[in-house]
């Protein structure tokens, strides 16, 4: 089961904005780092954002993560058909004492 | 170039076991946790836990406590992933993760594991 919260979709043309949201808690997101991962069909997840925000090398600037509270972000701007995939956000839980996932995004590009 | 190659596919009757391991290489394999992910045919991500390649410690998400465990063999740069007592619903992908602080840089290609009678 998972304890943060994504839509299960998004969609839009290419050259457009994009935005995921991650919802979580105290114990999550209020506490600690958030990371997003994407998942292109059939592959294993790549990472994509780290510590709220940054990149590794390699991932498109047009990718952009943010935090603020409990809850985070993550934008895509000038979409690219390969953008289409499974996004998930990500972070430690103290709670839990163990890393959980977001409920997944699928993004669509129309 | 960091890899994780896993081992691969299994099929397993209900009421038994599986081992799936992870081979690391172009790293220090003792330098990172390894963490171990899994997701069900169309579903999500999962953490299962992770080991401290150093020194062998664990630690296991709750919904595997007492039937999950995870070894290593260092002298082969290897990580073992064994769960047990498997269910139908425990039919899924599973992947291993390098561990870089809190979160994870490299993964492995993944091993179905299918669980059917």
């Known amino acids: 089961q998972s304890v943060l919260t994504q839509p299960p979709s998004a969609s839009g043309t290419p050259g457009q904005r994009v935005t995921i949201s991650c919802s979580g808690s105290s114990s999550n997101i209020g506490s600690n780092t958030v990371n997003w991962y994407q998942q292109l069909p059939g592959t294993a997840p790549k990472l994509l954002h780290y510590n709220n925000n940054q990149r590794p090398s390699g991932v498109p600037d047009r990718f952009s993560g943010s935090k603020s509270g409990t809850s985070a972000s993550l934008a895509i701007s000038g979409l690219q058909s390969e953008d289409e995939a499974d996004y998930y956000c990500a972070a430690w839980d103290d709670s839990l004492i163990g890393y959980v996932f977001g409920t997944g995004t699928k993004v669509t590009v129309l | 170039q960091v890899q994780l190659v896993q081992s691969g596919a299994e099929v397993k009757k209900p009421g038994a076991s599986v081992r799936v391991s992870c081979k690391a290489s172009?790293?220090?394999?003792?330098?990172?946790?390894l963490h171990w992910v899994r997701q069900a045919p169309g579903q999500g991500l999962e953490w299962m836990g992770r080991?401290?390649?150093?020194?062998?410690?664990?630690n296991y998400a709750q919904n595997f406590q007492g039937r999950v465990t995870m070894t290593r063999d260092t002298s082969i740069s290897t990580a073992y992933m064994e769960l047990s007592r498997l269910r139908s619903d425990d039919t899924a992908v599973y992947f291993c993760a390098r561990g870089f602080f809190d979160y994870f840089d490299y993964w492995g290609q993944g091993t179905l594991v299918t669980v059917s009678s």
């Open positions: 080991i401290n390649p150093s020194a062998g410690d664990t």
């Open positions: 172009g790293y220090t394999f003792t330098g990172y946790h």
